[in-house]
């Protein structure tokens, strides 16, 4: 094993209530948005956060719904004096849209357009088709002998925005959002805008099939109280995979809603 710089990541919260992915290495975390609904909870996961990593150096925002960034969460970010990184056309709509009519004059907004760092991160946002401007990252950082390689995605339903970049991740957080038997049960038109766990285990396949290793751990997110159960998420994928003959060689999980995931190591080691 080659030791070398490592990856870890936490999932805070995940699906249409809210969400707050966390990202970081030894040195540098990120959060990938933040949509919870108080400065109260804001607070709560940063000590969470904090007592098992760095202090979060940004905040990338993936677009502007309110289960992604809000009022309260940039609140803290104020406070705390963390960049919030946001895509240059959403920076307008940010403003009107979660400043409430106050003012947030010590807020840095950062406007991305291409590929950015944050300590020893490297992000390069993707574009995807939502109902709005939204945005995947893929995050790199340097290992010993090569880049570590995270990708973040949920919010899209055009599987190819993101197909090609999921090739050689090390990890991949995908949206699996509904089960398509409980989506005619409980029909929510919204649910065109997001990704059903059957498109979601094709997309998954096909990476693993384009791809020389296995990525370290794949997290579903973005599951659908109503329409979805991480039991049905994962067997879906599993399924498909057997069908297709394709080894399931990594760790499958799926976040939990409201509650914290486990922390996932994505090890920059060569096995
Ligand atoms: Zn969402
Ligand atoms: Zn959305």
Redesign the pocket.
Known sequence: MMPGMSMYFKSFAS??GG?CLALWTDRTAILIDC?LGSMKRTRQMLTAHNAAAPPVSAVLVS?L?S??IGYYPLRVFEQLAVPVHVHAGSVEPLRQRHFNGYGFGELALEAYADSFSVGDLSVEPIAVSHSCPTFGFVIRCRAADRWIKAVIA??FNRPDDISGHLVDADFIFIESNHDLALLKQYYNPNSRY?MPNPKTAELLARARMQSKRAPAAVMLG?LSAQRNRPKIAIAEIENHFKQQALPLDFQLLAAPQKEASETVHISGEIA
């Open positions: 699906s249409s969400n949509g677009h719904h289960d992604h949920t919010d997001h973005h």
